[in-house]
């Protein structure tokens, strides 16, 4: 029994082992080949941004990608590839390295400059020993700027008239058929024309004529036609004109619901353009004497003191015959509205007083700043200076070299406000692709899918170059810089039929495709200021605006 029961153990026993080693041979599956996973992607020696926009990227630039094993060579090319803007490249090489865990793509030929190109990689790329991609992934980037020129070389002066006269084609060649005035912007709404545009418009027919790209007594002809318009057919209110008007039928076309009526901003901006006409047609002939006579009664008709709404001690922005001061917008300063109080301290038949500028624009020193940026002090308005067209708009006309009052020196104003402008794109805070010292300038315009007042304190990557070329007066040397970059570099991107595009984003690769007035006249304006002061001479000329500026207290080397 006992040597019975010892065989049944051991029979019980082989039995449990094999069944356990039966068991552990049937829990042994082939192993699963382990997940393929990016370690690291290169574009030429640089790390790449995933995701995001990597930038400046060579046209030739080698792209590396690094796995955690090596690549199954034929998973590669269905589930690797290089597009621009999503049209497949069909010529992309290729190529291994390190045991094949490194893939490296190179195009052939090289890209195109500044262009957005994807790399994307699918899951189905796989290792070799079959473990798929762990997560697909998508590197997007953006190419090089193209240094060659797009142009060929001329001299600086020349490159100047010709800057003056594409220009000036928004004013004459698009000008509207009807009225002569300025169309609010190339790209919609033809029967649209801007007040304070078409001021600038006038303003150019000076230079125009000064520098031959018309004649005389074609300019006098299209003065006659905007003076015409604006005294007999352009709708008014207290003698000031809407912010839009209809170019043929002279009606308001509302800028806003309750804005549309009297805009007296952009009034201001007509009659610097209109004084500056009557300045420079001086002739004692029937047709320029007319022209004068003509611009006078516009200029003598504007009740700007009726914008104090009531006696008030600030001038206010708009009224409307349907709802009154329902905007109730003061026009106070540091901003574009000097040389609205000027012109208003100036006018022969509705003048303000001296303690509406200093209670209203300067708010009794309110504007002023007197702090430094960039190593340049700043004697009015925000931090930074906010949009360069407030050293533009009303410096027109207006010479702001020697010119002083009891809160500013205007030309250290102008002159450091355009250098710290300049010299935040140079700095360029945000790393914004493109900005530099040839690439500058922010100020209102178009923007990507709208339009912004772009200064520092409000930048979102858009260059305008009516910024630095509005600026020649005050930085020759770095907007002839930027001139050259934006006419030689970029030429083939924004150089067009009047000029310069409105504004592009080379972070964007967002080329504007319109022409502002407002943005085209200070252009040429400026250019011919900082040549030969012609319109800063013409203006301040003017009797009455020595007489509006000695009132309100202003030293300039115009006044006697």
């Known amino acids: 029994m006992r040597k019975i029961g010892f065989n049944i153990f051991f029979i019980l026993l082989v039995s449990f082992f094999f069944a356990a080693d039966c068991n552990k041979k049937n829990d042994q599956h082939p192993s699963t080949p382990p997940v393929l996973k990016l370690v690291q992607a290169k574009l030429d ?54 045991h094949d865990s490194v893939l490296v793509i190179t195009p052939s030929p090289a890209l195109k400059n500044l262009a957005q190109y994807n790399i994307t990689v699918t899951p189905a790329l796989k290792s070799v020993q079959g473990g798929s991609l762990v997560n697909g992934f998508a590197i997007s980037f953006i190419t090089q700027i193209d240094s060659t020129d797009k142009f060929p070389i001329i001299s600086d002066s020349a490159l100047l008239d010709l800057v003056e006269q594409k220009t000036f084609r928004y004013f004459w060649d698009f000008g509207h058929p009807v009225s002569g005035l ?73 800028f806003s619901t309750k804005d549309n009526g ?153 002159i450091n406000h355009t250098r710290i402008n300049h010299q935040y794109c140079v700095v360029n805070p945000k790393d914004y692709f493109g900005y530099s010292d040839f690439c500058w300038g922010l100020t209102a315009s178009d923007v990507p899918n709208g339009y912004n007042a772009n200064e520092p304190n409000n930048d979102i990557g858009v260059i305008s170059p009516t910024a630095a070329l509005s600026s020649f007066p005050y930085t020759p040397a770095e907007s002839m810089n930027a001139l050259k970059f934006f006419y030689y570099k970029l030429g083939d991107k924004i150089w067009g039929q009047y000029g310069f595009a409105d504004a592009f984003s080379l972070k964007d690769l967002w080329y504007a495709n319109s022409n502002l007035a407002i943005d085209e006249g200070p252009i040429i304006i400026m250019i011919e200021n900082y040549r030969s002061k012609l319109l800063w001479n013409l203006f301040m000329s003017c009797p009455e605006i020595k007489e509006g500026l000695k009132k309100l207290g202003f030293n300039s080397p115009h006044l006697p």
Not at 49 to 69: C, D, E, S
Not at 241 to 250: A, D, I, S
Not at 382 to 389: E, M, S, T, V, Y
Request: glycine fraction near 8%; include cysteine; proline fraction near 4%.
């Open 45 to 98: 020696n640089t790390d790449a941004i995933i995701p995001g926009i990597n930038y400046n990227v060579r046209t030739a630039a080698a792209i590396y990608l690094k796995f955690n094993n090596a690549l199954d060579r034929n998973s590669v090319v269905s589930s690797v590839s290089l597009k621009d803007n999503g049209s497949l490249l069909n010529t992309v090489n290729y190529s291994y390295v390190d």
């Open 262 to 414: 009297a805009d007296i901003v952009e009034t201001s901006y007509l009659m610097a353009g209109l004084l500056t006409a009557r300045q420079f047609f001086d002739g004692m002939d029937a047709a320029e004497t007319n022209l004068r006579n003509d611009i006078n009664s516009l200029w003598n008709a504007v009740e700007w003191t009726w914008f104090q709404q009531g006696g008030q001690k600030v001038l206010y922005w708009h009224w409307s015959p349907d709802y009154g001061w329902a905007m109730n917008m003061k026009i106070e300063g540091w901003n574009e509205c000097l040389i609205t109080y000027i012109l208003a301290a100036s006018s022969n038949t509705n003048s303000i007083t001296q303690e509406v500028y200093t209670q209203g624009f300067a708010g009794n020193g309110a504007e002023v700043n007197n702090n430094s940026y960039y190593g340049y002090r700043l004697p009015l308005g925000p931090a930074f200076g906010g949009p360069l067209f407030w050293s533009h708009y009303s410096f027109l006309g207006i010479d702001p070299f020697g010119l002083s009052d009891a809160f500013a020196d205007y030309q250290t104003q102008v």
């Open 182 to 254: 300025a169309r609010e912007r190339s790209n919609e709404a033809p029967e649209t024309v801007t007040t304070g545009g078409s001021g600038f418009g006038i303003m150019a027919i000076p230079v125009a004529i000064h520098r031959n790209f018309i004649t005389r007594d074609q300019g006098l002809t299209r003065m006659q036609t905007i003076v015409a318009f604006l005294k007999n057919t352009a709708q008014k209110f207290h003698g000031a004109f809407p912010h839009w008007l209809n170019g043929t039928t002279g009606q308001v076309i509302p």
